[in-house]
Structure formats: structure tokens, C-alpha cells
């Protein structure tokens, strides 16, 4: 069960059995976005700090920051849908809806190509746009 620290903001320790590889200076952020349901870590518990995030995990982070609801039945229409985990479809399909995501070369989503810093500043810049911040 996490706590919130009032002196520190931090909202406890980390359950993910790799905690330790989040620096100090991240800890608060990682532990903010777990609270908000932004981030969840892989189903070996782990939170993977230092692997690069790939398309298809930036998406899900957006579409949960945006707050959109997802239709768990939606399913996406790029050209390579049928590499997307089916967990992850909805979320792929309610970003590209709502114009917060694109396809590259060949209408191609590439799920697990790693999101590029251009990729993760336009999602962002997107996913602010549809906030209205």
C-alpha cells in the first residue's frame, strides 16, 4: 500500500522488483503516474526504468492520460493491426480516433518499434491540444 509523504511527495515504495534501477529523481514521477493508473509495470512485476519505450506503451500512456474512454471492442486499421497485442488494440484504435496518434511509412503502427523523441513530443503536443492546455 503506497503513502503519501507531505515533506517529500513521494507516495511510498515501489512494488516493482526492479525499484531499486529508478533514480532518486524519478521515483516521485514513477510513483505518481503508477498512483494515476498512467503506468503499470510488465506482468513479471517489473518496472523496466531504462528500457526505451516503444510506440505502442507511449500510446497506452497517452490515451490513459487523456482520460478517452476506450471502447475494449475498438480495433485499429493500420496495416500491420494484427501486431498489436490484443490488450493493446482499443487503446491504439481510441488514440488514432481521436487524432492523438499516426501511422508511419504504409500506414504501418509498428507496436514495438521504439518511440522516437519527434513520436513522443507530437503525442504529447497532441495529447495537451486535446486537454486544452
Given at each position: 500500500m503506497n503513502r503519501f509523504n507531505f515533506s517529500s511527495g513521494?507516495?511510498?515504495?515501489?512494488?516493482?522488483?526492479?525499484?531499486?534501477?529508478?533514480p532518486g529523481w524519478a521515483k516521485l514521477y514513477v510513483s505518481q503516474a503508477v498512483s494515476a493508473g498512467l503506468i503499470e509495470g510488465f506482468p513479471d512485476n517489473t518496472l523496466r526504468?531504462?528500457?526505451?519505450?516503444?510506440?505502442l506503451e507511449l500510446v497506452?500512456?497517452?490515451?490513459?492520460?487523456?482520460?478517452?474512454?476506450?471502447?475494449?471492442?475498438?480495433m485499429p486499421t493500420f496495416?500491420?493491426?494484427?501486431?498489436?497485442?490484443?490488450?493493446?488494440?482499443?487503446y491504439v484504435a481510441?488514440?488514432?480516433?481521436?487524432?492523438l496518434i499516426q501511422g508511419r511509412d504504409n500506414n504501418e503502427f509498428e507496436p514495438?518499434?521504439?518511440?522516437?523523441?519527434?513520436?513522443?513530443?507530437t503525442m504529447i503536443?497532441?495529447?495537451?491540444?486535446?486537454?486544452?492546455?
Amino acid at each position: 500500500m503506497n503513502r503519501f509523504n507531505f515533506s517529500s511527495g513521494y507516495l511510498g515504495d515501489l512494488a516493482f522488483t526492479d525499484a531499486e534501477t529508478v533514480p532518486g529523481w524519478a521515483k516521485l514521477y514513477v510513483s505518481q503516474a503508477v498512483s494515476a493508473g498512467l503506468i503499470e509495470g510488465f506482468p513479471d512485476n517489473t518496472l523496466r526504468p531504462n528500457q526505451s519505450v516503444s510506440r505502442l506503451e507511449l500510446v497506452t500512456l497517452i490515451v490513459r492520460a487523456s482520460k478517452i474512454a476506450v471502447d475494449p471492442k475498438a480495433m485499429p486499421t493500420f496495416s500491420d493491426a494484427d501486431k498489436i497485442p490484443s490488450w493493446a488494440a482499443p487503446y491504439v484504435a481510441t488514440a488514432a480516433k481521436a487524432g492523438l496518434i499516426q501511422g508511419r511509412d504504409n500506414n504501418e503502427f509498428e507496436p514495438m518499434a521504439t518511440a522516437t523523441r519527434a513520436e513522443s513530443a507530437t503525442m504529447i503536443l497532441s495529447l495537451l491540444k486535446h486537454l486544452k492546455l
